[in-house]
T-cell receptor, first 113, second 110 residues
C-alpha cells in the first residue's frame, strides 16, 4: 500500500523558535497533501490543504503566517511552525492523496517548552 | 457548518462481545464516508463507503451507510483486546475536504 512518512517523529523546542515538519509520500506522487492537528483526547482537525506548486488553503482560524506550508514537489510537503508557543504543542499529522484515498503519515509530536 | 457526530464517545466491552459504533453527519456536497482505527499514532484506514445499503466487510468488521438518514455504523463482532482503539468516522466532501468526528474510544477487556 501507499506509504507516507513524517520527520521528525517527535521534537521538543523552546518557545519562540521555529520548527519544520516534513511529510513525504514514499512510493507515489501526491498533488494534494493535508495537514491535521490533534490535541490529546480530541479528533483530528484539518489545518490546511497543500497543493503542489501553489499556495496552501487554510481552514478558518488557522494562521497562515504562523503555520507555513510549502509543497515544492509531488512527494514532499513541509509545515513550519513559526515562533512556537506552548499552546502549539500537539500531534501534527499529514496525509497524502492518491486517487481517491488518503494515506496518513505516522505523525509528529511537538512539545514547546 | 459541516459536522460529523459519533456515538458513543467511549465504550468498554468484554472480549467476545459485539459492538456497534454510530456516525451521523451533516455536510454539503457529500462524497464518501470513511472509517479509521487509531491506536497510538496516525489513523489506519478501514473502510470507504459511497453507496447506501451496501455492506463492506473485512474479517470481523463491517460497515454500512445510509445516505437518506445520513448515518453509518461500524460493527465489530467477537471483539478482541487488539480491537481497543479510537475509531474515527470521517466524511469527505466534493471539495476534497475530510471532516473527522470526535471518535469512539473502544476498550476491550479480557
Amino acid at each position: 500500500g501507499a506509504v507516507v512518512s513524517q520527520h521528525p517523529s517527535w521534537v521538543i523546542c523552546k518557545s519562540g523558535t521555529s520548527v519544520k515538519i516534513e511529510c513525504r509520500s514514499l512510493d507515489f506522487q501526491a498533488t494534494t497533501m493535508f495537514w491535521y492537528r490533534q490535541f490529546p483526547k480530541q479528533s483530528l482537525m484539518l489545518m490546511a490543504t497543500s497543493n503542489e506548486g501553489s499556495k496552501a488553503t487554510y481552514e478558518q482560524g488557522v494562521e497562515k503566517d504562523k503555520f507555513l506550508i510549502n509543497h515544492a514537489s509531488l512527494t514532499l510537503s513541509t509545515l513550519t511552525v513559526t515562533s512556537a508557543h506552548p499552546e502549539d504543542s500537539s500531534f501534527y499529522i499529514c496525509s497524502a492523496r492518491q486517487t481517491y484515498e488518503q494515506y496518513f503519515g505516522p505523525g509528529t509530536r511537538l512539545t514547546v517548552t | 457548518e459541516d459536522k460529523v457526530v459519533q456515538s458513543p464517545l467511549s465504550l468498554v466491552v468484554h472480549e467476545g462481545d459485539t459492538v456497534t459504533l454510530n456516525c451521523s453527519y451533516e455536510v454539503t456536497n457529500f462524497r464518501s464516508l470513511l472509517w479509521y482505527k487509531q491506536e497510538k499514532k496516525a489513523p489506519t484506514f478501514l473502510f470507504m463507503l459511497t453507496s447506501s445499503g451496501i455492506e463492506k466487510k473485512s474479517g470481523r468488521l463491517s460497515s454500512i451507510l445510509d445516505k437518506k438518514e445520513l448515518f453509518s455504523i461500524l460493527n465489530i463482532t467477537a471483539t478482541q483486546t487488539g480491537d481497543s482503539a479510537v475509531y474515527l468516522c470521517a466524511v469527505k466532501t466534493s471539495y476534497d475536504k475530510v471532516i473527522f468526528g470526535p471518535g469512539t474510544s473502544l476498550s476491550v477487556i479480557p
